[in-house]
């Protein structure tokens, strides 16, 4: 077990520069989830880390190891981590118990306590006795547990994981999900888990790392993730956030400010050490937004979509001024608004987040 | 902070990737350089005597009009034979498609020498066949395949498989929604054929005729059988004569002609890829493969059509071939109380050179075959995974000693290893040794080709774990890599057996007393008068060849589609 620096790293592929100066660091057994989109680097991250690519500029280090910088490069072999491929890579040529075994059998460990250490391994990920099958007469469930406990019987000082749970239905991933915590918790491993999917990422993760384009945007717990984004992109990506357009924000201390939304005023939270400023973002979500009466404090809106969500109906409301945004809230059922109403949004009180702006903490 | 610790595992690594380069350099490079080197500079000495002399005698150009004739109505016979029977296989349904090719491209798979004297068994005056059926023309009359229309024939029969394998995989790949949107446009099917298919065909057309014509203009065991007792001399057969004739002396010479083949059949390649080169072939869609075409009541007299042309290109000469190795002597009518089985103990226990030549040839055949297995596999990571910018390079080269005739790096071979090993002071030649750096030469890329598709089948990631474990580069090799790759790597090491074990072409330069192969065996029988003994060790390479081909198909379900070409 050792914990994980990554230090300003930037991997070209030709021109395209896959990731760009990014930094990262997981604690001992820390779990730590890598979120973004396809193709946002987030495999090319784990394969730097894994020792398979070099890397163009700055350091990895496992434990206080410098193992990439652009001097040197320790070859994966002799990084000690573990990895959970997509594909669970199982060797088809080998029965379970020697997939298991195969880095013990690298390591020259005598048979009697290969086999032990084997036993030991499919016990923890619950398929004792499955030694003898081969990975073609398994479930994809199973498959995937065999990787887990092929990655853990080595005793590795990091656990990679590339989107384990992509090639798994919807039912076997909840399954799995539990798996993977139980798992960590067991082991006590630092783990780098990949992931595209938020919900899988918020349920697991002690902190987790937003990626875009190569760049790390936010490395944050779920929660602060979630209420407190550090950026209009982390903010728009998690959780469905909106984005509006802030004026004359005017921090009161203890991480809440007053500001102005399409002229109306409003509270919300904001950093601690967030200055006043002209301009900057609001984030809030369908759940922030309420309908006000029809004499209520909000703005004016016009409906463009009603959609029916059981026990409740998703509102998409276009703000009614100049380059109105389009806003989504949740109403209880029945309701009586139809496409086509104005009504009357308000922000919840102190529901909402200004978004530290690049520069906007400093008073302009 | 600690410092980058050392990487034992990169040594590994570059040791191993600098002793492939290695061996591939020695084995490729070599050889047409030494060639360069002989042809311009005889002795070490740079002179273009040697060359001028040979380009200016009128032989040399008989020889070379000859081989442009025969390998020209070769190609000839083999691309219309070849695309019309691929034409049907692929597209209709017609019915035991699999028997049928398996027979079909069995052909490509007997030796050139072993179908040249089947056939001359079939037609000449001796024929058994002939003979029960009261047909054969009287003893002494000229057999009619000594002559440039047998050699034409001989070669479009043995290379059509050649153009239909190739043509085969282009039908294979053309999506059936190209065919199905003409149809709905209302085309006939001739109007189909002609202006769909036939036009996206062209790449596997030319390629399989620029092969055909590689493959016609090198090959030496027809024109041997066919055009020396006819006088009728082609370039190959021209070198076998001067080398056989002279000896080393004339050493620049041949150098000079092995290089005039192989510019002809470079020309072939390249006349080849400025043509498909010309304009976009490129099929954009892949789906399953057509095959719409229902034959209805002319279904019968397709395949009756299809199974007489399998009749006279395999059963018939093959038929010749194994009466004449029953008959007790030439000329003698075969009948129950003639028939013997006393040519196959003969070859078998009595004569030396044949008993020596059936372990030689083994022995060869087996070596190339694990030698070159062993060095594709470490190759084809290299170049498939890793994608070495070098080896990439290298890989070209691969090719060549295969492209080019045979008799080209035979004279190379002999070039290299006529004087003794620098250091060592060994001289390899007129041993066993140079036929076996002459096979591990010419036959690499059979080896390699396959082992390169099984690592496109193979997900990397499955090594990559492996790497994660902890496992060394030759670790892995050994415990992972090969495992996955090994039955590809096990079919391209059949294809080098076969064709090493049925192979004349390089031999017949390279031989000496004790180092006969099979080819040279049914070869010098043959030209000794003895075509009852040549027919019996010919009948036994077949049969040795056919339970291999056999074999395989057995095993078919492991190794990756495209890769045998006798598997439909
Ligand atoms: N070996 C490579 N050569 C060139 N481009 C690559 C290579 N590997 C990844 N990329 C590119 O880098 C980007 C990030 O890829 P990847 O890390 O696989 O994304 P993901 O976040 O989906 O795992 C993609 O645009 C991909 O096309
Ligand atoms: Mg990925």
Redesign the interface.
């Known amino acids: 077990m050792a914990r994980l620096t990554i230090e300003t790293v930037t991997k070209d592929f030709g021109s395209f520069k896959a990731l760009d100066r990014v930094s990262l660091d997981a604690a001992d057994g820390e779990f730590i989830a890598v979120l973004g989109p396809s193709g946002c680097g987030k495999t090319t991250l784990l394969r730097l880390i894994?020792g398979?690519d070099e890397v163009a500029s700055g350091t990895i280090?496992i434990g206080?190891?410098?193992?990439s910088?652009p001097?040197?490069?320790?070859?994966?072999?002799?990084?000690?981590?573990?990895?959970v491929?997509?594909?669970y890579?199982?060797?088809?040529?080998m029965t379970v118990a020697e997939n298991v075994g195969?880095?013990l059998?690298?390591?020259g460990v005598a048979t009697a306590e290969r086999n032990r250490r084997v036993e030991e391994a499919l016990m923890l990920v619950d398929l004792g006795g499955f030694g003898d099958r081969r990975p073609a007469n398994l479930s994809g469930g199973q498959r995937q547990r065999v990787a887990l406990a092929?990655?853990l019987v080595?005793a590795p000082s990091l656990v990679l994981l590339d989107e384990p749970l992509a090639n798994l239905d919807v039912h076997l991933r909840a399954a799995m999900e539990d798996e993977f915590a139980a798992f960590h918790r067991r082991t006590g491993n630092t783990m780098i888990y990949i992931t595209h999917d938020q919900a899988e990422a918020m349920a697991l993760a002690d902190r987790i790392a937003v990626m875009d384009h190569g760049r790390l945007l936010q490395l944050a717990t779920p929660s602060e993730l979630f209420r407190e984004p550090a950026n209009a992109m982390v903010a728009s990506f998690i959780g469905h956030g909106m984005v509006l357009p802030l004026t004359d924000i005017l921090p009161e201390g203890d991480g809440r400010a007053r500001a102005r939304l399409f002229g109306r005023e409003l509270t919300l939270r904001c950093a601690r050490d967030q200055r006043a400023a002209r301009q900057g973002d609001l984030c809030v979500r369908a759940g922030d937004l309420t309908l006000a009466g029809a004499d209520g404090d909000g703005l004016a809106c016009r409906v463009t979509r009603v959609v029916y969500r059981g026990g409740l109906f998703r509102l998409e409301a276009v703000v009614e001024a100049e380059g109105g945004p389009t806003l989504s809230l949740d109403v209880p059922e029945p309701t009586s608004v139809a496409v086509g109403d104005a009504v009357t949004i308000a922000v919840k009180p102190g529901r909402g987040w200004a978004i530290p702006t690049a520069g906007g903490r400093d008073a302009s | 902070?600690?410092?980058?610790?050392n990487?034992?595992?990169?040594r590994q690594d570059r040791a191993l990737f600098a002793a492939l380069c290695v061996v591939v350099a020695l084995l490729s490079l070599m050889p047409l350089a030494r060639l360069l080197l002989e042809a311009f500079a005889p002795g070490g000495v740079p002179s273009l005597k040697a060359f001028f002399a040979t380009l200016g005698s009128a032989n040399t150009w008989t020889a070379t009009r000859n081989s442009l004739e025969t390998a020209i109505g070769g190609t000839a016979i083999a691309v219309i034979l070849g695309s019309v029977v691929a034409l049907v296989v692929a597209l209709t349904d017609m019915r035991g498609r699999n028997a049928f090719v398996l027979c079909f491209v069995l052909p490509l798979m007997i030796a050139p020498q072993v179908t040249a004297l089947a056939w001359l068994q079939v037609v000449g005056p001796a024929s058994p066949l002939l003979k029960l059926l009261g047909l054969a023309p009287p003893i002494g009359t000229r057999n009619p395949l000594y002559s440039r229309e047998g050699i034409i024939l001989l070669l479009g029969i043995q290379y059509a498989p050649l153009v239909f394998l190739t043509l085969r995989a282009g039908l294979r790949s053309l999506p059936r929604e190209l065919i199905e949107a003409a149809r709905a446009a209302g085309a006939s099917r001739a109007f189909i054929l002609r202006t769909v298919i036939l036009p996206l065909m062209t790449p596997g057309l030319v390629a399989g005729t620029a092969l055909a014509f590689v493959s016609s203009i090198g090959n030496f065991g027809i024109p041997a059988f066919l055009g020396i007792p006819g006088r009728y001399v082609v370039l190959p057969t021209l070198i076998y004569q001067r080398l056989s004739g002279l000896g080393p002396s004339v050493l620049s010479e041949v150098a000079v002609l092995s290089m005039l083949i192989g510019v002809i059949a470079m020309a072939g390649i390249i006349l080849q890829d400025v043509m498909v080169r010309r304009r976009d072939f490129r099929i954009t869609t892949t789906s399953i493969a057509a095959r719409p075409f229902t034959l209805g009541r002319w279904r019968l007299p397709v395949e009756a059509g299809l199974w007489a042309v399998a009749l006279i290109v395999l059963v018939l000469p093959m038929a010749g071939l194994f009466l004449t190795s029953l008959v007790p002597a030439y000329g003698v009518p075969l009948n129950a109380t003639t028939a013997t089985l006393n040519n196959y103990t003969f070859v078998l226990l009595e004569h030396a050179a044949a008993k020596r030549a059936f372990a030689n040839s083994f022995s060869l055949s087996a070596s190339a075959a694990v030698v070159i297995m062993l060095v594709s596999v470490p190759l084809g990571y290299f170049l498939v995974w890793r994608r070495s910018p070098l080896l990439r390079a290298l890989n070209v080269l691969v090719e060549l000693p295969y492209a080019l005739p045979g008799v080209v790096l035979a004279i190379a071979a002999i070039l290299i290893f006529l004087k003794p090993l620098p250091i060592l002071g060994v001289s390899l030649y007129g041993t066993v040794w140079i036929i076996l750096f002459a096979y591990l030469a010419r036959f690499l890329v059979l080896g390699l080709r396959p082992a390169i598709s099984g690592y496109h089948q193979v997900?990397r990631?499955?090594e990559?774990?492996?790497?994660?474990?902890?496992?060394?580069l030759v670790?892995r090799l050994r415990?992972?890599i090969f495992?996955?790759v090994a039955p590809a790597a096990t079919a391209g090491a059949l294809l080098v057996f076969l064709t090493a074990f049925n192979e004349l072409t390089v031999s017949a330069l390279l031989w000496s007393s004790g180092s006969e192969t099979l080819g040279v065996i049914v070869f010098s029988f043959e030209q000794g008068g003895d075509s009852n003994y040549a027919a019996a060790v010919a009948v036994l390479t077949v049969l040795v060849t056919l339970a291999l081909m056999l074999t395989t198909l057995a095993l078919s379900k492991r190794i990756p589609p495209g890769v045998l070409p006798w598997r439909d």
């Open positions: 894994a398979f280090r206080e190891t410098v193992v910088s001097a040197g490069h320790v070859a994966t072999e002799l990084r000690r981590v573990g990895i491929f997509q594909n890579a199982l060797w088809p040529h195969y880095s059998r690298v390591a092929r990655c080595a | 902070m600690n410092l980058v610790a990487t034992s595992g990169r997900d990631a499955l990559e774990a492996a790497q994660v474990a902890g496992a060394g670790y415990t992972v495992p996955l």
